[in-house]
DNA sequence: ATCAGCGCGTTAATGTCAGT
DNA sequence: ACTGACATTAACGCGCTGAT
């Protein structure tokens, strides 16, 4: 499967599962299956991302629901067997075990089929089938010229053959099913000297199917001829890559931010890798490499997903909980990236753009104007994070002596660092009026409506309405005509401040603390300025003209 | 038509460590 | 103490889809 089948598929499985009528009457339903159980779920039931339900305008309403509920349950119950095989570390089998499993097959496969209305030469032509269409085409060259010399077709046991006949047999027999619905997991030998054992009795199971459509249920002979399972050492249970991701999240507590983030990077090795204390270095290196693909830059792979398992993985090395730390050695190699813009501050003509636009937006009214209004120039006087200004509170502004100060903190919302930082407020934006505007506040929220948030109480969403409020801010300066890629709408003005800034000659130190940077070197932190000092730096920071 | 909410690629930024 | 390279962490931004 390409990338861009996955990524189709995946759209649609996102889809809710209702029962609707279409325009012609009829009763449609889509289920998307939950994305840790896709891949099994595609190889058992085939490509199916997503279950399609339907029925007929002319079943009745009574009757098209409880299908509908039939249906559901049905592929709940699934993808509640996939995850508890997935959950399971494949087992090995001996010999005998591998008999005494298939002979629990065959009282499953038994009782799945004894109430089928079939006639009894189903059941015979299905027998017959499997030995002159499946097996006895692999027949050597001596049998087919001699044909009577070999009653019991020993040959049929040769490894050659098995291998030939077994997919035939895995499929007749629905060995996948079983085990499946058993909630058994095999490794791939196992499976092979199950399916083999099955092969063996197959025949067997067709003719005690054709008996019973014949109404002759006298006892089972083969039933009897299945071993006993043999008492065999369990491996320990596995510890999956998830499982591994999530017990490092709830140790180390990383930001919730990262744990997203990291979230896809772990579904995704999970799938591919069942076991994460057996990853071997050619593996993983493999699989990193073919996860670079046209939407997923070796950039990306290189920093965040390798980050993401190269640190999880070295912690559970220092947990003890894997041996090998494969991801520590995978190189990916990262082509030069071509850059066409020279800078990643905004041109004049840009900032111009913005800045007038702004202007005619009216503070009085919705949320979302007021942040256009006065967002793009406060970042643009401060260099500051959007994020760090659509979470401004009124409460945040502060006057000290004759100078006015904008508090960033962590108590607003997200701050990178999380340190707080006092900014100096430019006198052009205490000129245009901002101080009138924060008293309108009276304290709470400049720029996102407190009172729409927790709607769907039951669950915080991931962004908060002051992120919200950056995001569609973000478009709208998009929607002004700034669409270069290679420019971020908002964050630029982090780069345009600090590119004025030297232009002007403010000492970096100052610019540093307005940005919340780090001071370059370790010696400057001694000599953090103070929140006068910034103000007094900004004094040296022009207005922005736009005519 | 608009928007909340989410997945996930991308990028910024700080932390750490070896070499000097 | 400084530097550069690499590691680690966290925020930004875009596109999509169901709901309203």
């Not at 339907?54 to 067997?81: C, M, N, S």
């Not at 009795?201 to 083969?222: C, H, K, M, V, W």
């Not at 900032?351 to 967002?375: G, H, N, Q, Y």
Request: net charge positive.
């Amino acid at each position: 499967m390409n990338a861009a089948t996955y990524k189709a598929s995946y759209k649609m499985a996102l889809l809710m599962t209702k029962l609707n009528r279409t325009r012609t009457g009829a009763y449609v339903a889509r289920k998307g299956i939950p994305k840790d159980v896709r891949p099994d779920y595609a190889a058992r039931y085939g490509m199916a991302w997503e279950e399609k339900f339907y029925l007929e305008p002319t079943v009745p309403q009574h009757e098209a629901k409880a299908r509908f509920g039939e249906w559901l349950a049905d592929i709940e119950t699934r993808i509640a067997r996939l995850r508890a095989a997935r959950k399971q570390a494949p087992q090995p089998l001996t010999r005998q075990n591998a008999y005494a499993l298939a002979g629990r097959w065959y009282s499953w496969f038994i009782a799945r089929h004894e109430k089928d209305i079939r006639t009894p030469g189903h059941w015979k032509s299905l027998g017959d089938t499997l030995v002159w269409d499946v097996i006895r085409p692999h027949a050597p060259e001596e049998y087919e010229n001699h044909p009577q010399d070999d009653p019991n077709w020993d040959w049929q046991s040769t490894p050659e053959v098995r291998d030939a006949i077994r997919p035939a047999i895995a499929q007749e027999a629905l060995t996948a099913d079983f085990l499946i619905e058993e909630g058994i997991s095999l490794t791939t030998e196992a499976e092979k000297l199950f399916v083999d054992a099955v092969a063996g009795n197959l025949y067997s199971a067709f003719l005690r199917l054709e008996n019973i459509a014949r109404g002759n249920y006298a006892p089972d002979d083969t039933l009897a001829t299945f071993p006993a399972y043999e008492a065999v050492a369990t491996l320990p249970t596995r510890l999956g890559v998830k499982a591994l991701f999530e017990a490092w999240a709830k140790a180390v507590q990383p930001a919730t931010s990262t744990f997203d983030r990291w979230s896809a990077v772990f579904n995704a090795a999970d799938a591919h890798f069942p076991d994460a204390a057996n990853i071997d270095f050619a593996a993983a290196k493999e699989w990193m490499n073919g996860l670079i693909n046209e939407e997923r830059s070796a950039h990306t792979v290189a920093t965040v997903w390798r980050t993401a398992l190269k640190t999880v993985f070295a912690w559970g090395i220092a947990e003890k909980l894997v041996k090998i730390n494969p991801f520590r050695e995978v190189r990916i190699n990262v082509p030069r990236r071509i850059v066409e813009r020279e800078t990643k501050a905004f041109s004049r003509e840009e900032a111009k753009t913005i800045l007038a636009a702004a202007l005619t937006c009216d503070d009085t009214k919705s949320f979302d104007e007021r942040a256009r209004r006065w967002v793009p120039w406060i970042c643009a006087y401060s260099g500051a994070r959007a994020g760090e200004i659509t979470q401004l509170r009124g409460i945040d502004l502060q006057h000290r002596g004759s100078d006015y100060f904008l508090r960033l903190t962590p108590s607003a919302g997200k701050i990178k660092t999380r340190k707080a930082r006092t900014i100096p407020l430019h006198e052009h934006l205490i000129a245009q009026g901002f101080l009138r505007f924060v008293e309108g506040a009276s304290g709470g929220p400049l720029f996102y409506n407190v009172g729409r948030a927790g709607k769907s109480a039951e669950k915080a969403p991931r962004q908060s309405q002051a992120e919200r409020t950056r995001s569609r801010l973000g478009s709208w300066v998009r929607s002004l005509g700034i669409t270069d890629p290679e420019l971020s709408p908002n964050h630029a003005w982090r780069h345009t401040f600090k590119a004025q800034a030297a232009r002007v000659k403010m000492d970096e130190r100052y610019s540093d603390a307005i940005t919340g940077h780090a001071p370059a070197t370790i010696g400057r932190a001694y000599t953090t300025p103070t929140a006068e000092d910034l103000a007094e730096a900004m004094k040296k920071f022009p207005r922005y003209t736009l005519d």
